[in-house]
Nanobody
């Protein structure tokens, strides 16, 4: 069974930092672009950042300069380092990735279950 599992969410004070991680597991033959999305209450899900297998990155306008996405291809993991967090950053953060199963012929898109990030004093 192929899955993405997030970790690292929690409660943080405004101005604080948090590091999220996501690990892909299962019978995989390829882990391609990996992404972080977030969804605030009552809002649409939005892209926070993504990173290709080769390390090219892009960031959402609302987090530029405060967030760094990185990955470890040997461990099929992606990380999201967030700094200077503000209450507007509160939401559920979802890992998303294009994965190819060992018996598959092409990559498919998968979602993790999400991890809650709450920024509050």
């Amino acid at each position: 069974q192929v899955q993405l599992e997030e970790s690292g969410g929690g409660l943080v004070l405004p101005g604080g930092s948090l590091r999220l991680s996501c690990a892909a597991s299962g019978d995989l033959s390829g882990v391609y672009t990996m992404r972080w999305y977030r969804q605030a209450p009552g809002m649409a899900r939005e892209l926070v950042a993504d990173i290709t297998y080769g390390g090219a990155t892009q960031y959402g306008d609302s987090v530029k300069g405060r967030v760094t996405i990185s990955r470890d291809n040997a461990k099929d993991t992606v990380h999201l380092q967030m700094t200077n967090l503000q209450p507007d950053d509160t939401g559920v953060y979802y890992c998303n990735a294009d994965l190819r199963r060992r018996l598959g012929t092409r990559s498919e898109n998968y979602w993790g279950q999400g991890t809650q990030v709450t920024v509050s004093s």
